[in-house]
């Protein structure tokens, strides 16, 4: 029986002054923070693991934090649609100069249905990509670990899905931190065990976490 375990990382700090809930638009790096999370992360690997396949969402910012990681293990970077962060129509709304806007009326037949959410792509078609992914990684880096770089409404979403729990949720109750883990382990293809941890927690705590929620908008403040 090979045992297989699946790292399922959130990306670092994104560099992102104005606050917009970016989503899937591109062009949002790491912070030189981010930057030394990702490092960090890599060297956390690198000690004791086994990880054979670094896969990341084609996004900038989950591409930069699995890059050091897949350079410990003399791995290519590839990249995977699946990994890629929830669609969501507030894309692109600045919203840490005025959360309220959130609020207008305008928005409000989007809120219609927060159990699907009406606002976004579905609970349950993340969790179909998402477990995809996870499928052909277990095949693909089988007996040893894959790093699979992703953003934090997919992880979350994954993880209350193999909890058993509803997959809707309030936002403010996330535990999917920068540069986070939640680690899954696999007997064959059953899953046998889970555990969340924070490898680079002192970097973390120096970031900018401005937006948790319905889109990522980790800020890092102009000085």
Known sequence: MDLTTIHLVRHGEVDNPQGILYGRKPGFHLT?????????????????????????SPLERA???GTPTAIA????VEHDIRLIEADNYFEGLAVNRNRMMLAHPKFWSWYKNPFEPSW???????VARMSAVISESIDLARGGEAVLVSHQLPIWTMRRFVEQKF?????????????????????????IAWKY????????????????GTSEAEVKKPQ
Request: aromatic share 6%; hydrophobic share 40%.
């Open 120 to 126: 976004g792509e579905p609970y349950t078609e993340i």
């Open 32 to 56: 030189e923070l981010g930057r030394q999370m990702a490092q960090g992360l890599g060297e956390t690997f690198s000690n004791g693991h086994d990880v054979r396949l670094v896969v990341t």
């Open 63 to 65: 591409i930069e934090t």
């Open 197 to 212: 941890w924070e490898p680079v927690a002192d970097l973390m705590r120096r970031a900018q976490d401005m937006v948790p």
């Open 73 to 76: 293990f003399g791995l290519p």
């Open 167 to 191: 997959l809707a949720h309030d936002p403010r109750k996330r535990e999917c931190s920068l540069a986070s883990v939640t680690s899954l382990t696999f007997a064959d293809k059953q899953l």
